[in-house]
């Protein structure tokens, strides 16, 4: 593995940086100064459709994507180091440039796994930015670390397929531009092999029986910025049998192979998030005196950011390494990588940005700073895509394998 970033990541780097200097970092209080007069909270504040047009004119756009087809054509190592950088400012910058997820995994998924009539229809506009989308797993009655658990049901009628069964925190659909779920649910609930009952089909918002009931909070706050997080029922709600992705009885190989990019994503972006708290804590230390010194001269502060600095350095060559072993040997090839930083990284992070919280006081938890969001965001990483004690139990079993 080369250590160095090659010519075109470090082209897209500096490019990317300038623009979250004179672009993104100015927007983040005008999107809640704006956000606050809208008619609606889940409504796009005007200054982020400014972004996204920037982002486009300057040709940061859909960077996630490997396929050249459908995006910038990085690979999983080219694209961490610009992942990282949008994590510096995560409610913002990821959808500036048409990298945040859902969407991003929802792509993927179409991109990989949908046929032509449904790339057409759903790919293309989120390919464009002009439609948001969900990706409806989670649901509130069965533990869903447990994919196999799920309950919701698709059932065959005719020509179409009919879809039972109550989801929540389903990000992405408060927002009023989101108009396509990608349901999870169970089309053979009986059969043997209990990780072929499950498939995955096409449901637009707008279909009779979608009811989107409420939005889910995360330790207090809604999540305008990406669209929220909502408990959804589907009662009885019909669609054409042609919006089936795939086969029946491949949802579950689809959510694995979804959830893989997905969770190196979010790591990478964990990485800025754990910078940018960083950064806030050494002004912060620089700039405050108690008892009779700087904070910058406390031994304890000190530990703080030397043991910061020390975790985001390993974690960064840890994630590399993962995105390196997708590229060259596949997912399925770095699986226990993969693991890996999901365990790591959230749980690292979120350590990191609570120090950065003790520091600022009383600031550190109010809404002056964005440290408490960034600390919510980073929390909920350690359940999202599989909570750390599912990818524990699994990376264990495969280390033990080889002694048993």
Known sequence: MDFAYDARTEELRT??????????????????????????????????????????????????????????GLTNLQYAPLAEITGRSPHLAPTALNCAAPDTGNMELLAQFGDE???????????????RSAFAMTEPEVASSDATNIETRIRRD??????????????????????????????????????????????????????????????????????????????GVRVPASHLIGEEGS???????????????????????????????????????AFGK?????????????????TIEQLRLLVLKTAWLMDTVGNRGAHTEIQAIKIATPRAVVDIIDKAVQAHGAGGVSQDFPLAELWAAARTLKLADGPDEVHQRSLARRELKQYL
């Open 15 to 72: 490019r990317l940086l300038t623009f979250m200097d004179e672009h993104v970092y100015p927007a983040e209080a005008v999107a809640e100064e704006q956000r606050a007069r809208l008619a609606s909270p889940w409504d796009t504040p005007q200054v982020v459709e400014e972004l996204k047009a920037e982002a486009r004119r300057q040709g940061l756009w859909n960077l996630f994507l490997p396929d050249a087809r459908y995006g910038a």
């Open 117 to 131: 009539a449904q790339q057409k229809q759903w790919l293309e506009p989120l390919l464009a930015g002009e439609i």
């Open 294 to 310: 700087p904070l910058a001269a406390q031994g304890v502060v000190q530990n703080w950011i030397a043991d910061a600095r020390v």
């Open 158 to 235: 005719g020509d179409e397929y009919v879809v039972d069964g109550r989801k929540w925190y389903i990000s992405g659909a408060m927002n009023p531009d989101c108009r396509i779920f990608i349901v999870m649910g169970k089309t053979d609930p009986d059969g043997a092999d209990p990780r072929r009952q499950q498939s995955m089909i096409l449901v637009p918002r707008d279909t009779p029986g979608v009811e989107v009931r409420r939005a889910m909070q995360v330790y207090g706050y809604e999540d305008h910025s990406h669209g929220g997080h909502a408990e959804v029922l589907f009662d």
């Open 251 to 289: 949802g579950f190989a689809i959510a694995q192979a979804r959830l893989g990019p997905g969770r190196i994503h979010h790591c990478m972006r964990l990485i800025g998030m754990a910078e940018r708290a960083v950064e806030l804590m050494c002004r912060r230390a620089v700039s405050r005196t």
